[in-house]
């Protein structure tokens, strides 16, 4: 069966079809790679990868982001290793209720996140469904007096921050994630895509303190954008069967867990791509 890549009824998002990630032909890894430049966001269903497939798939697209280097593809997932059940005051359990909100990969630490890629080993019958929401269309979709206002503006990401706003504890225990806690990241608003060229937001839960602006207005203009921006046709979400897998890029998209029953176990395995130091370094302090 040939590779087949079939964009979903969104600005962004495809599925892409007969092929296995373990062992993709040059043409076919071609195809994927300008897939991923055009769409964002790719869904391969049934691939049942392997830590190794998934790790050497990864790679094709860079090095491992530091958060996951030390074994390529971490659980995210409610159950433990002695099969108990994160509650909700269990410090993960905060994080993945708090990536709830939109947000993008890294963008707290000092290079955010290249690419991220989530397989599903273990998923629920209802929620848990990740989505995606589409930062080049939002800023192509902005009127000429936003584009003028924001085009200049940066703002700070922590995660500190964006977990304290959603009213979840200011640490996460062993899960440090390098929290930024006293020199935060500052990024620019607009983003211009490495590769495409294209403008996108970049924004997010972790994003706040846009300097020059009082910390109210700064709030009330990421809400804003934050509201704007994650609007049909530019939102895409999929409902996750055991073995498919997704890559997105976080240069350009915003993504988010859906909800699902806390009582109920679900094992997704995660991989992060570095961020290209040139083009993904935050623009101070933590960069400078
Ligand atoms: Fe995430």
């Known amino acids: 069966?040939?590779?087949?890549?079939?964009?979903?009824?969104?600005?962004?998002?495809?599925?892409?079809?007969?092929?296995?990630?373990?062992?993709?032909?040059?043409?076919?890894?071609?195809a994927i790679e300008a897939a991923f430049h055009e769409y964002a966001?790719?869904?391969?269903?049934?691939?049942?990868?392997?830590?190794?497939?998934?790790?050497a798939f990864g790679k094709r697209f860079g090095g491992l982001d530091p958060l996951v280097a030390a074994t390529g593809r971490v659980a995210i997932s409610n159950r433990r290793a002695d099969g108990s059940l994160r509650d909700a005051a269990d410090p993960l359990k905060q994080i993945l209720l708090g990536n709830e909100g939109w947000h993008t990969d890294s963008s707290y630490m000092p290079i955010s996140a290249k690419a991220s890629l989530l397989s599903a080993e273990l998923v629920t019958e209802e929620g848990g469904e990740t989505q995606w929401a589409d930062m080049r269309a939002a800023y192509d979709a902005l009127d000429?007096?936003?584009?003028?206002?924001?085009?200049?503006?940066?703002?700070?990401?922590?995660?500190?921050?964006?977990?304290?706003?959603?009213?979840?504890?200011?640490?996460?225990g062993d899960y440090s994630y390098g929290l930024d806690v006293d020199d935060p990241p500052l990024r620019p608003l607009v983003k211009r895509h490495p590769v495409t060229g294209r403008a996108a937001l970049f924004i997010g839960r972790h994003a706040f303190g846009i300097p020059g602006l009082a910390s109210d207005d700064s709030e009330k203009l990421l809400d804003e954008l934050l509201a704007f921006a994650c609007q049909p046709p530019r939102l895409w979400r999929h409902t996750w069967s055991a073995g498919d897998l997704a890559i997105w890029d976080n240069r350009c998209v915003l993504h988010r867990a859906r909800p699902y029953d806390p009582g109920v176990p679900r094992i997704l395995h995660h991989t992060r791509i570095a961020g290209d130091a040139e083009t993904e370094s935050a623009i101070g302090p933590a960069g400078s």
């Not at 069966?1 to 071609?30: N, Q, Y």
């Not at 966001?41 to 790790?55: K, N």
């Not at 000429?144 to 640490?171: C, M, N, P, V, W």
């Open 144 to 172: 000429d007096a936003t584009r003028d206002r924001i085009t200049e503006l940066a703002a700070y990401h922590s995660l500190k921050y964006s977990q304290l706003r959603a009213g979840f504890s200011e640490t996460a």
């Open 1 to 30: 069966m040939a590779c087949e890549i079939e964009p979903v009824p969104a600005t962004l998002g495809a599925t892409v079809t007969g092929v296995e990630i373990g062992r993709l032909s040059d043409p076919e890894w071609h």
């Open 41 to 55: 966001v790719l869904v391969f269903p049934a691939q049942h990868p392997s830590r190794a497939d998934q790790v």
